[in-house]
């Protein structure tokens, strides 16, 4: 099973952060930060195991072939009413 992290913010990076806007407004100096930032966040990321990843597709198809039939029985409820209310078209 994968390893849970909180997903807040480390308060180093939110002192850098707040420091960093303060000295620099520039532009580029707001680019460079934002990409930091960005890679900090990307190494909290947690990729599933293959099994967990099996899984979670599963649920996922399982769920959609559901809605499907849930769909498509509704599109044919309607159909036939709309043939019983209005007639067959001539």
């Not at 039939?69 to 309607?78: E, K, P, Y």
């Amino acid at each position: 099973m994968a390893r849970k992290v909180i997903d807040e913010p480390s308060e180093d990076v939110v002192e850098n952060a707040k420091k960093e806007r303060a000295a620099r407004r520039n532009p580029f100096a707001r680019i460079v930060l934002f990409i930091r930032q960005v890679i900090t966040e990307l190494k909290k990321v947690v990729t599933p195991t293959r099994r967990e990843l099996i899984s979670y597709t599963l649920v996922v198809l399982v769920f959609v072939v559901i809605m499907m039939a849930i769909v498509v029985g509704l599109d044919t409820l309607f159909g036939w009413l709309a043939i019983v209310v209005f007639g067959t078209p001539s």
